[in-house]
């Protein structure tokens, strides 16, 4: 068997977090969604089942937590520190994919979300 690609994924992290332009939004703060997934160049794990030789998605989940503690103007700045976090803190990520979605934006409407993807390689 060839393994093609082995990817992490976080789906659906909820943080509540102070980014936004408006003033309003770094002091009332809202609701944020994250999905996250992390191609890692070592397929190890999956032989010889040991966490040491993969990239503990706690520890994914922990760098995602600290980036989202500091406000930011725009989403995309937020999804650029966090990919920036991920490839300085773990070697074995070779791509990642993050999506970030305030739940509320503060444009009306029922439900509403606005979301930034942004995709980036070693």
């Not at 040491?52 to 103007?73: F, G, H, L, Q, R």
Request: glycine letters at 4%.
């Amino acid at each position: 068997m060839e393994i093609k690609e082995y990817r992490i994924i976080l789906r659906d992290i909820h943080l509540y977090a102070y980014h936004g332009v408006l003033p309003q939004e770094n002091k009332v703060g809202a609701w944020y969604t994250i999905d996250l997934s992390a191609v890692v160049d070592d397929t190890r794990s999956i032989a010889d089942d040991d966490v040491n030789s993969t990239v503990n998605y706690a520890d994914i989940y922990e760098v995602v937590c600290d980036e989202m503690k500091i406000p930011s103007k725009l989403l995309e700045n937020v999804c650029g520190r966090i990919l920036s976090a991920l490839f300085a803190r773990f070697e074995s990520i070779k791509e990642a994919e993050i999506t970030l979605a305030k739940d509320t934006p503060p444009m009306g409407g029922d439900r509403l979300s606005s979301a930034v993807s942004v995709k980036a390689t070693r």
